[in-house]
């Protein structure tokens, strides 16, 4: 899956769909979208607060740090949904059940159990899936008979 398809994939066609299975690269492909977008948005942020940190009353300095804060907000307020979707998705991929990655994100409360479940979700989305079908659907990876017939 290419990086076109997968944000086309993430953020249209699945925005808020936690069936099927998603494949290494629709979910790096996304992280690495949502973390480009997010840098784009901190440019203005970041550049507004150095400037008003030389020069207080600098209006525009004030206007370009809300911009930046407030595109960074929405865009993280909207990316929640189809972030948690992809990534149950990609737990799907590995056979695993979605209330899997709830359970690790309720153990992430307690201190020293947070760090295990980090690398436990971070290792579980590195893994390839299985292979074939699973209880969640057909390999996203295997292209079928009836697609080979249109290539």
């Known amino acids: 899956m290419t990086f076109k398809e997968a944000i ?8 808020a769909t936690m069936k099927g299975r998603a494949p290494r690269s ?3 492909w996304s992280v690495l979208f949502m973390y480009i977008v997010l840098i784009i948005c901190a440019i203005p942020f970041i550049a507004g607060m150095v400037m008003l940190d030389s020069n207080p009353d600098s209006v525009f300095a004030m206007i370009l740090a809300f911009i930046g804060g407030a595109a960074m907000l929405i865009f993280v307020l909207g990316s929640i949904i189809p972030m948690i979707c992809v ?3 990609r ?3 590995r056979n695993l059940s979605g209330w899997v990655y709830l359970g690790i ?17 971070l290792v579980i989305t590195i893994l390839k899936g299985t292979e074939g079908d699973n209880k969640f659907g057909p390999d ?9 017939v249109f290539e």
């Open 87 to 89: 990534v149950v998705r």
């Open 26 to 28: 629709e979910y790096w």
């Open 140 to 148: 996203p990876l295997v292209v079928s008979d009836v697609e080979k």
């Open 8 to 15: 086309n994939t993430v953020w249209k066609e699945k925005y």
């Open 105 to 121: 994100n309720v153990a992430a409360i307690i201190p020293i159990v947070g760090i295990i479940a980090s690398i436990a979700s």
């Open 91 to 93: 737990f799907h991929d």
